[in-house]
């Protein structure tokens, strides 16, 4: 479900691209490619990430193939690296091979947690920036960091909700509100989402927009999953535009009682 455009008009914008749909999926634990595009029109996404090193960037039947006939651009990314350097080396090829300056940029500090590590992270940032690179930094959910990145000139800011595919939704949403308040890039939720209301719990915090793969690739009926994904990322965004009404400790009636 794509939101139309008199309901969200400035889309999600990305560098100079704007994209209508706010979701971005990811193509990784794809049982197959027939699963996999039959999900990604599902979701009506107009931006996918590809995980270069095992991506088939050639002229094969290939998963970068795939996106190109469906008109979604590739937003490839760095997962595997564990330095700056591989990250930026891995960027670079990744330009060379799909003549896009797109990269999301990840860095695990370990293989067990799959966390981001913030030194490395930053020390990246930077060196692609300088390099003409639009980079989509995936992080923690620590307001400073995401401020650094910012101010290094990253065109987007990625916390996490929860670690990589554990589907344990927005772990700390005070953390996600502080990093929203003080954003002026856009903030897209990546990692942990596990269902839709996790989806559209992101939007109402305020961000952007949403990256998920495992939530949708891995889930029972993975078309079904990408649908609801698309609405609740649409309804989360309505509902944030809307505005919540204040929670309050005591009861009050909806309707003023007579004189």
Known sequence: MTPPEEVVPEGLRIGSRV????????????????????????????????AMRRADSGGGPGVVDLLRRLDIDVLPNTAGCRTAAEATLTAQLAR??????????????????????PIELLDA?????????????????????????????VAAVMPLGSPIGTGLGIANPHNLEMIVASATVPIILDAGIGT?????????????????????????????????????????????????????????ASSPARD
């Open 125 to 153: 940032a930077v060196t692609l920036v300088d390099d003409g690179f639009v980079v989509l930094a995936y992080t923690n959910d620590d307001p400073i960091l995401a401020a650094r990145l910012r101010d290094c000139g």
């Open 196 to 252: 839709a209301s996790d989806a559209a719990l992101a939007m109402e915090l305020g961000c952007d927009g949403v990256l998920l793969a495992s939530a949708v690739n891995r889930a029972d009926d993975p078309v079904a999953m990408a649908s609801a994904m698309s609405a609740a990322v649409y309804a989360g965004s309505l509902a944030r535009g809307a505005g919540r009404i204040p929670k309050r400790f005591w009861a009050q």
């Open 96 to 117: 060379e091979a799909l003549e896009t300056d797109l990269i999301k940029l990840e860095i695990a500090g370990d293989d067990r947690t799959l966390l981001p590590d």
């Open 19 to 50: 994209y209508r749909s706010r979701l971005i999926m990811g193509t990784g634990g794809a049982a197959n490619l027939d699963v996999l595009e039959r999900a990604l029109v599902a979701s009506g996404t107009e931006l996918t990430t590809v």
